[in-house]
């Protein structure tokens, strides 16, 4: 499972979540930060209330949460997860080449972006992408133009 830092630094650095069957998320910066979440067909359910998206709770024996804003919880994404993402980023740049290789600490991810090698290191294969796919979203937020706000 992907660190919580490191899910909460993509979800800051603008990784987009559509919440999906089977899909892990934490709520940070709550009571409830160090429990594994899973959407579920049966448990719960994401929908409109209000206007807004919301992971809805419909039911628990220990406790009832009704629901949570999805900006409020932190998607968990998994290793198969993080590396369709990160294959996506580079395809954007023509760049689709990465590698993952294991190591007696832990895990590399190496990224050939815009000509220069990047490379990833953790002890779980999940974070070494997720760190590398961080760097990709930062990338992309540095290359944005800058906001000129409202056409008058």
């Known amino acids: 499972m992907i660190s919580l830092t490191i899910a909460m630094q993509l979800k800051e650095a603008g990784l987009y979540w559509r919440p999906q069957l089977h899909d892990f998320f934490a709520i940070p910066g709550t009571e409830l930060e160090d429990q594994l979440f899973v959407v579920s067909d049966m448990m719960i359910d994401v929908q409109k209330l209000f206007g807004k998206d919301m992971i809805t709770f419909n039911g628990s024996v220990e406790w009832s949460l009704d629901y949570i804003l999805r900006a409020d919880a932190t998607w968990l994404p998994t290793e198969s997860q993080l590396r ?34 990047h490379e990833f290191e953790a002890l779980k294969a999940e974070d070494a992408y997720g760190q590398a796919l961080y760097f990709l979203l930062q990338e992309a937020q540095q290359q944005r133009p800058p906001d000129l706000g409202p056409i008058a």
Do not use: W
Not at 88 to 104: G, I, M, T, V
């Open 84 to 117: 369709l993402y990160l294959e996506d980023h580079l395809l954007a740049f023509n760049q689709p080449a990465f590698e993952l290789s294991k190591h007696p600490n832990g895990y590399l991810c190496r990224i050939n972006h815009l000509g220069t090698v």
